[in-house]
């Protein structure tokens, strides 16, 4: 199966969302300053979020059976208020960190170890 | 059925059953508006905030009635909010070590002062907060539940972790926290995100009598690829909840960077909380409601007719037309005595990866504890690897459904392991198979009851060995850290070698630290030997001998960590430019202390009561 042939369907969105999934894992890993860590959360999220949308969706699967119908959306929505409550708790403690040790830098959190 | 019909049946489904269902979170959030009122109209008073959580606390407590569950012979299941969250036995365990925490910690944090009184209010908005969201991971019977509650269970505790905010520690140990927490999330989202996909469902029983029938089926290696990558994901949240060894890391960090208090909260509640989520994710799936073993039934379809209706309904109106028709698809197929047979690799692989786990964590948690000379990071290590030992039984458990199906006798291949032959036991399964269309999915969400008190099984009994050793666990390291927070406010030092002749000084405070390090242990004549041996029965049971051998090997290396405090507090003599002049608040911090100890002990001679109860609520997972 040529996927650049194919119409579009769910393994197309699956394509877009395990790329996002991957960006997002590598920037949490490579990022240094904790707000590009949290970009890259943010990816991770949506990378989600585009899976169960695609699942969700009852013209993009051939079988309809398998469709996990509006759940999957409601599910994403529900990710997208999480994904913005995440954020302003985490830039909030950024910000808290920042007034103590005047750096974002994730490697400079080593204080506390052992 | 006409548009009005169907809000009318909704609204009755909602008001009647599901909203008094939930009345201890309904208190608690009542409790979090009351807090902030309290806070904007009366902001002179100080001990506010200490009276409106206590109460709070204590009106849930009281309207989740566990004493109602304490003696009903039955374990009963009910589905609520069309299948959204479950009520039974375990939960409703669960919720109760959770409030019954929630009160012990407003009253620890009133005693020891921290945070300073101004900022009170907002720490029990966050605790009440997560303790919410503690109780409906610790409910949830849909992966949309899964991820709210964790999450509602995990913000703010990130911000507690921060809550003294000008402190240096404190801020690290929640950028931490939230960062590795916010990581872990995302990665569990996704891979619950594959596993939706690939099982066509987010209901926790429908999903799992997906995945037998696709085992059963036989699924594709695309299917089976996905199904991995995605449990491995839905791991890698969980494991991070429960300070488990490849996600462990934040731990020691945040335990010292945070107040003792929080530390309490983070290793109790969050990680009882965590692990009632994984008992009832991997249960759901290796022992699906359907083959349910000791399901001597007798749900007539008269008995709460209305509801069922209703739930089917609703679901109906939620889901468009494409859901109904897979779920009627699955039930044609349903009753066959294969299914259990059909979940062998699934079984296999989740003990496998569970005692993986729990030997990593427990091995590694007990090493690491080693060099800590600060009492906080100890504890954190001891937690992480008290986390590897309450894996251990949830193995058990699931190695043990697979035992179940073969010994009961299949009458006519269509009951799946019933119980008693004499009654006619088809938990779900004919009624279920006849009727084709919506009817079926109300029958599934409708409450199923288990009749009569069943011989326990081994995997109940697995199962409830995790409920009593959360119980006690919940007393041994609250105890831990309210010594580690009494002492911090009485000599300003939280490092162990400080604690040099405290033994002249305070004895009650030694022997109660020596009855709860004695007790992490699990030496008798502590509740947490008891506790301890119920979890190693279990694993015997599952001759699942790899853990426990570790777990036994564990518990002696443990042995000498915690006996290191004991012996700084006894041994070296005192030094003598520390006096510790009797004060109230250093009084009331003993008594505390020693409050929490005594549960130690009595649960030990009297461990029948709790034990019974952790059996009835195991029961009414299977």
């Given amino acids: 199966m040529n996927p650049f042939t194919e119409p579009i369907g769910v393994t197309h969105y699956l394509c877009v969302g395990a790329v996002l999934m991957v960006c997002g894992m590598l920037c949490m890993f490579t990022k240094r300053n904790a707000l590009g860590v949290l970009m890259g959360i943010e990816l991770v999220l949506n990378a989600a979020n585009v899976n169960l949308v695609a699942f969700g969706s009852s013209w993009l699967r051939a079988d309809a059976a398998r469709s996990i119908a509006l759940d999957g959306q409601l599910l994403a929505m529900f990710v997208i208020v999480l994904a913005a409550a995440e954020a302003a708790v985490a830039l909030a403690i950024v910000l808290c960190y920042y007034n103590t040790q005047a750096t974002v830098d994730v490697d400079k959190a080593s204080k506390l170890k052992g | 059925m006409s548009l009005p019909d169907l809000v009318q049946n909704a609204l009755h489904d909602a008001l009647h059953r599901s909203l008094p269902a939930i009345r201890p979170e309904l208190a608690l959030c009542t409790t979090i508006v009351c807090l902030l009122l309290a806070q904007m109209i009366l902001p002179r008073w100080r001990s506010g905030p200490y009276w ?81 969201g503690m109780c409906m991971m610790a409910s949830a019977n849909h992966l949309v539940m899964v991820v709210l509650g964790m999450e509602m269970a995990s913000l703010p505790c990130y911000v507690l972790a921060g809550i003294l905010r000008f402190r240096k520690p404190s801020t690290e140990a929640a950028l931490k926290f939230a960062l590795f927490g916010a990581g872990a999330a995302g990665i569990m989202l996704y891979g619950l995100s594959l596993l939706a996909g690939v099982l066509g469902s987010l209901h926790l029983p429908t999903l799992a009598t997906q995945l037998a029938l696709l085992m059963h089926s036989g699924p594709t290696a695309e299917q089976s690829l996905l199904l991995t990558l995605g449990s491995l994901m839905l791991a890698v949240g969980l494991a991070f909840k429960l300070s488990a060894v490849p996600f462990h890391f934040w731990a020691p960090d945040v335990f010292e960077g945070a107040p003792a208090e929080v530390g309490a909260l983070l290793s109790v509640a969050s990680k009882t909380a965590a692990l009632g989520l994984l008992v009832r994710l991997v249960l759901a799936v290796t022992a699906p409601a359907v083959m349910a073993p000791a399901a001597t039934a007798d749900i007539g379809p008269a008995a709460d007719s209305f509801p069922q209706q209703t739930t089917a309904d609703a679901d109906v109106a939620g889901q468009g037309s494409g859901a109904p028709a897979a779920i009627v698809n699955s039930n044609a197929a349903r009753p066959t005595a294969i299914l259990p047979d059909a979940l062998a690799p699934v079984r296999r692989f989740i003990v496998g990866l569970l005692s993986l786990l729990a030997v990593v964590t427990c091995t590694f948690g007990n090493l690491a504890a080693y060099g800590q000379s600060n009492m906080k990071r100890l504890l954190a290590y001891s937690t992480i690897a008290h986390a590897g030992y309450l894996i251990m039984p949830v193995a058990a458990a699931v190695a043990l459904t697979g035992g179940i199906a073969p010994d009961a006798p299949a009458s006519g291949g269509v009951a799946v392991g019933n119980a008693s032959p004499g ?19 109300g029958e599934r969400l409708a409450p199923r009851r288990i009749a009569g008190a069943a011989p326990a099984s081994a995997a109940q009994m697995a199962v409830a060995s995790v409920l009593f050793y959360l119980a006690v666990y919940l007393f041994m390291n609250l105890a831990a850290f309210s010594i580690t927070a009494v002492l911090r406010n009485a000599i300003g030092s939280e490092r162990i070698d400080d604690y040099a002749g405290l033994v002249r000084r305070w004895p009650s405070l030694v022997v109660c630290t020596a009855l709860a390090m004695f007790s992490l242990v699990g030496l008798p004549p502590l509740a947490g030997f008891l506790a301890k041996f119920y979890i190693f ?70 461990s029948e009561t709790l034990m019974q109860w952790a059996a009835r609520a195991a029961a009414g997972t299977f």
């Fill in chain 2, 423 to 441: 009654q006619t036991a088809e938990a779900d399964g004919p009624a279920l198979g006849h009727s084709g269309d919506v009817q079926t999915i």
């Fill in chain 2, 52 to 132: 409106v959580t206590l109460v709070g606390a204590a009106a849930a407590l009281a309207v989740l009635e566990p004493w109602q569950w304490l003696d009903v012979p039955a374990a009963e299941r009910l589905e609520i909010f069309t299948g959204m969250l479950v009520v039974d036995g375990l939960s409703v365990f669960l919720r109760s070590l959770l409030l019954v925490f929630l009160l012990l910690f407003v009253l620890l944090v009133w005693i020891t002062a921290v945070p300073p009184r101004d900022d009170a209010g907002e720490l029990f908005v966050l605790v009440v907060g997560a303790t919410l």
């Fill in chain 2, 537 to 606: 029965s279990a694993v015997v049971k599952a001759e699942l001998w790899l853990l426990l051998a570790v777990g036994g090997l564990n518990t002696v290396l443990s042995l000498f960590y915690y006996l290191r405090v004991v012996r700084a507090m006894v041994l070296p003599p005192a030094p003598n430019d520390q006096s510790l002049p009797e004060t109230a608040a250093r009084r009331i911090g003993r008594l505390y202390c020693i409050g929490v100890t005594i549960p130690l002990v009595a649960l030990f001679f009297w």
